[in-house]
């Protein structure tokens, strides 16, 4: 049943009873990046909401800034009635959701965060995507650039996006041009570059929070995972071996028993140390 409540689009799922699960997608994702199966035996146990965010998808696409508290805004007017939830996120999904955790925390009993693209800081997360090679660099490093891209992208590529992502289901790679090119820009300097994720971490206290990472993740290298991780008693990290930015499609099942028991699956690897950042030769398109 997809739905569309005060401001963001939603698809609901699973028990209607059943222990809430939020699911937010990435930079350009969508509720089509979760759904199609791949939410597997979780809908048999848990009542799930997978929502667009502010400025992508079916939700609405203002003209503004899209910074983490807006963002979070429009998640709070969607969620706003829920008791409590486990939030779930991917790629830039999973700060959005450490920020609504961190301004909302009475909602949230915990947090499952797929590929978390922190570098540190804004002048690191500008560095890493300015040393990407050609065209990727200059699409990341200026926001006109970007922006002129976006529109062209969405109006005369848009169609030829399965073909050109093929290694994404074909709603999934449809769908990444639903936004405009300024939610897409803004978001990215404002949630993926200059957003200080580990203040709002530091704002969690002992909330549970559970990290999966690709150790082939090229676009939001493991390292920083680990570095936002590492100190924080409550937090872990999963490594797994030979995936890349997209462990939801690429081990869906391994990432379902994680959701459903977040500290008990395995192959899980703690780190209590802080880690040089690893450089990445290539960064493909955050989503």
Sequence with gaps: MTKQLNTLN???TGLTDGPTLVFIPGLSGTTRYWQGGRLGDLEKKYRILVIDPLGFGDSPKPWSRYTVDSHVDALY?????????ALVGHSMGTLLAIGYAAR???QVERLVLL??????????????????PVP???????????????????????????YFRPDLPREVAADIVKHSWRSFTSSFWEVICNYDAKKDADALGDLPVLC?????????PFAGALALAAGRPSWQV???????????LRAPQTCQEAV??????????LYARPVDFVQSSKAAVII
């Design 115 to 132: 590929s978390t693209p922190f570098f540190g800081s804004a002048k690191e997360a500008r560095r890493f995507f300015s040393s990407q």
């Design 212 to 220: 999966i990472h690709g150790d082939q993740d090229e676009t939001a």
């Design 10 to 12: 939603f698809f609901e």
């Design 136 to 162: 990727t660099g200059w699409f990341f490093s200026n926001m006109v650039l970007a922006a002129v891209i976006c529109i062209i992208t969405r109006r005369i590529f848009g169609w030829l996006m399965p």
């Design 77 to 85: 007017e969607t969620l706003k009635n829920e008791k409590q939830f």
């Design 260 to 269: 459903a028991s977040p500290f008990i699956a395995g192959n899980v690897e």
């Design 238 to 248: 999963q490594i797994l071996p030979g995936v890349d930015h997209q462990p939801w």
């Design 104 to 106: 909302h925390p009475e």
